[in-house]
């Protein structure tokens, strides 16, 4: 996670599956390596071959996104989804589509290649903003997103902003929290944590009963 997220080992998933209850959705990170989202085909081949592996181990869903020189790879994400839906999974678009030079064109098409989640802070990748410093952008994807998106909001999401951020927001959308929830919430301007890490459960009840009470039906 110091980087960022990479794709876990399929004995990861086994053990998560078995320790959640089963209405417990376990996404899955589908990333090779660090720095940009413009992988080579072999790259583009052993990410479909993780995607059958996690599916296998009980993942409900991929997480993945190839995007070159700030545009979408159609011909790559058309082999991962052609990958993901034969493997009965779900599938969410990172915050690779932070790194498009225009996210808000390719709406349209993640939507027609059947991916069924969009996670986002809003701003450009690399940057130091949080999703609570660009809630004009969020609420612009919001309003142009087809109906079947869910927008996923990530990136310094806390339980101090969480209230404004979704007091924000109208539409289909769920908070995302990685660094926030840590044992020391001391992380790097890019939300990214040291290796080292671990996540206080605390931290988690307390950014889930501020949702939950903002949310009805919430569980």
């Not at 011909?75 to 990172?94: F, Y």
């Not at 501020?210 to 569980?219: D, F, K, L, M, S």
Request: proline share 4%; charged share 20%; no cysteine.
């Amino acid at each position: 996670m110091g980087v960022g997220g990479l794709t876990p080992d399929a004995s990861i998933i086994e053990a998560i599956r078995s320790a959640v209850p089963d209405d417990v959705t376990v996404l899955a990170m589908v990333r090779p390596r660090d720095g940009l989202f413009d992988y080579d085909a072999a790259e583009i081949r052993r990410m479909a071959q993780s995607i059958r592996d996690l599916a296998k181990a009980g993942a409900h869903g991929v997480v993945f996104g190839v995007v070159r020189d700030g545009m979408l790879d159609l011909i790559a994400m058309e082999i991962l989804m052609d990958t993901s839906h034969s493997s009965g999974v779900q599938v969410t678009m990172h915050r690779a589509f932070d790194a498009l030079s225009t996210p808000e064109n390719h709406i349209a098409s993640l939507t027609e290649l059947g991916v069924q989640r969009i996670l986002t802070s809003g701003a450009p990748w690399g940057s130091a903003a949080s999703a609570s410093n660009n809630l004009g952008t969020l609420i612009e994807y919001l309003g142009k997103s087809p109906e079947g998106i869910e927008w996923v909001i990530g990136g310094g999401v806390d339980h101090e902003n969480a209230p404004h951020i979704m007091d924000s927001l109208r539409g289909t959308y769920s908070l995302h929290a990685y660094s926030s929830v840590l044992s020391d919430y001391s992380v790097r301007s890019d939300h990214r944590a040291s290796a080292d890490q671990v996540v206080n459960p605390d931290l988690v009840r307390q950014l889930r009963h501020i949702i939950e009470a903002r949310t009805p039906g919430a569980h």
